[in-house]
């Protein structure tokens, strides 16, 4: 299994961006019936958890993106999204999807102020 994170890049504060998993070597029913999550780890930081999506579509979000970023879950492509509006400095971080026990590798957000 692999999980191939894409989407990231500099941009200004107050833009989006949308961040993509894209899962490979997962049948889709399994993965149908996972969870997503997605983490990021800022440079010095412990990662920590930014948003989950649940098989039935429930979502939790941190306090610190409530609002901002949305998670979602296409089950018929494989892919995991996570859509960030309105980005701040200290969103800057490199980011993870996590699926099932897999780890994807990062891809770095930095936003300017």
């Known amino acids: 299994v692999q999980l191939q994170a894409s989407g990231g890049g500099l941009v200004q504060a107050g833009r989006s961006l949308r961040l993509s998993c894209k899962v490979s070597?997962?049948?889709?029913?399994?993965?149908?019936?996972?969870?997503a999550e997605w983490y990021r780890q800022a440079p010095g930081k412990q990662r920590e958890l930014v948003a989950s999506?649940?098989?039935?579509?429930?979502?939790y979000y941190a306090e610190f993106v409530k609002g901002r970023f949305t998670i979602s879950k296409d089950n018929a492509n494989r892919t995991v999204y996570l859509q960030m509006n309105d980005l701040k400095p200290e969103d800057t971080a490199e980011y993870f999807c996590?699926?099932?026990?897999?780890w994807g590798r990062g891809t770095l957000v930095t936003v300017s102020s």
């Open positions: 996590f699926i099932k026990e897999y």
């Open positions: 999506v649940s098989t039935s579509g429930d979502t």
């Open positions: 070597g997962m049948i889709r029913g399994v993965f149908r019936l996972e969870a």
